[in-house]
C-alpha cells in the first residue's frame, strides 16, 4: 500500500523542508525516513509548494571514502544544457540524503536520471553518445524506465496532470504475444560502403486479427530505440486489447552509430527509398510467410522523432505513393542539406527554415501530416507553427499538437499512439 504524503516523517517535502528537518539526523530517524520513501515511490511532489523533489541516497566525499563530491539530477530540457546548474543536488550535511526541488509543470513528461560528476566539473558539452546512457536510474520510481542497461538508463517523471499512457506503464509489463522478427541486412546503399543494419518487423498475435484483414503498416525510424529499449511491442498489443487500436505491423530500421543516423536520416532521399521500397519488401515478405497481408497506402504510416521526425516529412514529399500518413515528432528544423547546421542556429536564422521552403515551393500532396513538439523545445515551437501555416496555405491536410516535455521519448512515446489512433482509427473493441 503507497502511504499518504502526511505519513511521512515530518512536514514539507521540500528541498528547504528536507533540509532542515534532517541535518544531522539520528541514524533512526533517517532509516525511518528512507523507509518511506521506499514505499513512497519517488520523485516527491510536495502538496504544499508544488515544487518536485528528487533524491539520491550516498554519503558525501567527505565523510567516507567512497563518497561523492557531487550529485547532478539530468532532467530532459529543464537541467540539461544551459541549465545545467539547476540539476546540482544539495546534501544534507551529516546524512546520506541528497535533494533538489524544482518548480515543474503539471503537465510534464520527462526522462531523468543521476550523474556524479567532480564538484569543480564544467558541465557536459555536444550530444549524447548513441544508444547509451551515462545515467543512472531512480532507484524509488515506481513507473517502468524508459531504458534499463543494468541500472543505467532513464526513468520518467509523470507530472500529477500529465497526459495518461497505461499502454507504456502498465502495458509495458505484459509478455508480447506477437511475433518479433529481427535480421541484419543491407539496403542497397549500404552494400556499397559494407554496412549492415538491424531491420525489425513485429505482427500481431494472429488471435487478435480478423480473418483475412490486411494489416494496416507502421514504418519507423530508430529502431535500437523502439525496439530495443522502448518495449513498443507491448504498448501496441496494450492498445489493441483497449480498443484504441487496431491491429497493426511494425517495420523498423535501425542506426549502426551517431554519424551513421545522421547521414541517413538528414533528408536522405536515397535511403528514404530504399526504407520504401527494398526494406518494405522484405516486410512484406515476412508477413506474408507469417500468414499476413499488408494493407495498401491508406493504411501506411511513416513516423519519426528528432531527425527521424524530418525523414517522416521528407517521405510525405517524395514518397506519397508509398504513405498515406506521416507523423513528425519534434523534427530537426535546423537542418540544411550543407551539414553545416546545428540547433543552435535556429536563434539566428532570419526567413523559413530549409524544409519548410521545401514544402513552400511543392505542390499539395495527399498525405496527412500530423506534426507534434514538447512545449519545452524553445525555438522549435514558433518554427513547426510555421511549417503548419504552410502546410496548410498549400492544401495538405496538416494538424499540429503540443505536449508537455522537452526533446524526449517520455512524451513522443505517447504522441506515436495518439498519431496511430488519429491516422487508423480505433480498435474492434472500443467500436463495438
Known amino acids: 500500500m503507497t502511504p499518504r504524503d502526511d505519513d511521512a516523517p515530518g512536514t514539507g517535502l521540500d528541498e528547504e523542508s528536507l533540509l532542515a528537518r534532517y541535518r544531522d539526523a539520528e541514524p533512526a530517524d533517517l532509516q525511518r525516513w528512507w523507509s518511506w520513501v521506499e514505499r513512497r515511490g519517488t520523485p516527491l511532489i510536495d502538496p504544499a509548494s508544488g515544487l518536485s523533489t528528487f533524491l539520491w541516497r550516498a554519503p558525501h566525499a567527505a565523510d567516507a571514502?567512497?563518497?561523492?563530491?557531487?550529485?547532478?539530477?539530468?532532467?530532459?530540457?529543464?537541467t540539461d544544457k544551459e541549465r545545467h546548474a539547476d540539476g546540482l543536488?544539495?546534501?544534507?550535511?551529516?546524512?546520506?540524503?541528497?535533494?533538489?526541488?524544482?518548480?515543474?509543470?503539471?503537465?510534464?513528461?520527462a526522462s531523468y536520471g543521476f550523474k556524479f560528476p567532480r564538484a569543480d566539473a564544467a558541465p557536459p558539452s555536444g550530444p549524447?553518445?548513441?544508444?547509451?546512457?551515462?545515467?543512472r536510474l531512480d532507484p524509488w520510481n515506481p513507473l517502468p524506465p524508459l531504458a534499463d542497461r543494468g541500472g543505467h538508463g532513464l526513468s520518467v517523471y509523470r507530472?500529477?496532470?500529465?497526459?495518461?499512457?497505461?499502454?507504456?506503464?502498465?502495458?509495458?509489463?505484459?509478455?508480447?504475444?506477437?511475433?518479433?522478427?529481427?535480421?541484419?541486412?543491407?539496403?542497397?546503399r549500404d552494400a556499397a560502403r559494407d554496412v549492415v543494419r538491424?531491420?525489425?518487423?513485429?505482427?500481431?498475435?494472429?488471435?487478435?486479427?480478423?480473418?483475412?484483414?490486411?494489416?494496416?503498416?507502421?514504418?519507423?525510424?530508430?529502431?535500437?530505440?523502439?525496439?530495443?529499449?522502448?518495449?513498443?511491442?507491448?504498448?501496441?498489443?496494450?492498445?489493441?486489447?483497449?480498443?484504441?487500436?487496431?491491429?497493426?505491423?511494425?517495420?523498423?530500421?535501425?542506426n549502426t552509430?551517431?554519424?551513421?543516423?545522421?547521414?541517413?536520416?538528414?533528408?536522405?532521399?536515397?535511403?528514404?527509398?530504399?526504407?520504401?521500397?527494398?526494406?518494405t519488401a522484405w516486410a512484406t515478405r515476412r508477413a506474408a510467410e507469417a500468414g499476413f497481408a499488408l494493407?495498401?497506402?491508406?493504411?501506411?504510416?511513416?513516423?519519426?522523432?528528432?531527425?527521424?521526425?524530418?525523414?517522416?516529412?521528407?517521405?510525405?514529399?517524395?514518397?506519397?505513393?508509398?504513405?498515406g500518413h506521416a507523423l513528425a515528432h519534434s523534427p530537426s528544423m535546423w537542418w540544411t542539406p550543407d551539414g553545416a547546421s546545428t540547433p543552435r542556429d535556429m536563434g539566428r536564422r532570419t526567413g523559413e527554415d530549409w524544409v519548410t521552403d521545401r514544402f513552400r515551393a511543392a505542390p499539395a500532396g495527399d498525405v496527412r501530416v500530423q506534426l507534434a513538439v514538447g512545449d519545452r523545445e524553445g525555438l522549435t515551437l514558433p518554427r513547426l507553427d510555421i511549417l503548419r501555416g504552410v502546410l496548410l496555405e498549400r492544401g495538405w491536410n496538416a494538424v499540429s499538437a503540443t505536449y508537455g516535455g522537452g526533446h524526449d521519448v517520455a512524451w513522443w512515446r505517447g504522441a506515436l499512439l495518439d498519431g496511430l489512433e488519429a491516422a487508423l482509427g480505433r480498435g474492434p473493441a472500443a467500436n463495438g
Do not use: K
Open 65 to 78: 571514502p567512497e563518497g561523492l563530491e557531487a550529485v547532478h539530477v539530468h532532467v530532459n530540457r529543464v
Open 89 to 109: 543536488m544539495r546534501h544534507v550535511p551529516g546524512t546520506d540524503l541528497w535533494v533538489r526541488s524544482l518548480p515543474l509543470e503539471a503537465g510534464l513528461r
Open 128 to 135: 549524447p553518445s548513441f544508444d547509451s546512457y551515462d545515467t
Open 159 to 188: 507530472g500529477p496532470a500529465a497526459p495518461p499512457q497505461p499502454e507504456w506503464e502498465s502495458g509495458a509489463r505484459q509478455p508480447v504475444r506477437g511475433r518479433i522478427l529481427h535480421e541484419v541486412r543491407a539496403l542497397p
Open 198 to 254: 538491424g531491420h525489425w518487423l513485429y505482427l500481431p498475435d494472429p488471435a487478435a486479427v480478423p480473418e483475412a484483414e490486411p494489416l494496416p503498416l507502421l514504418t519507423l525510424f530508430d529502431a535500437e530505440t523502439w525496439f530495443g529499449s522502448a518495449g513498443l511491442p507491448a504498448a501496441l498489443e496494450a492498445a489493441v486489447e483497449a480498443g484504441r487500436l487496431r491491429p497493426l505491423a511494425v517495420l523498423a530500421v535501425s
Open 257 to 279: 552509430a551517431r554519424l551513421d543516423r545522421i547521414e541517413c536520416l538528414g533528408a536522405n532521399s536515397e535511403f528514404l527509398r530504399e526504407v520504401a521500397g527494398e526494406a
Open 295 to 323: 494493407a495498401g497506402r491508406e493504411s501506411r504510416v511513416v513516423a519519426g522523432q528528432s531527425l527521424g521526425g524530418l525523414s517522416a516529412l521528407i517521405a510525405a514529399l517524395e514518397l506519397p505513393g508509398h504513405y
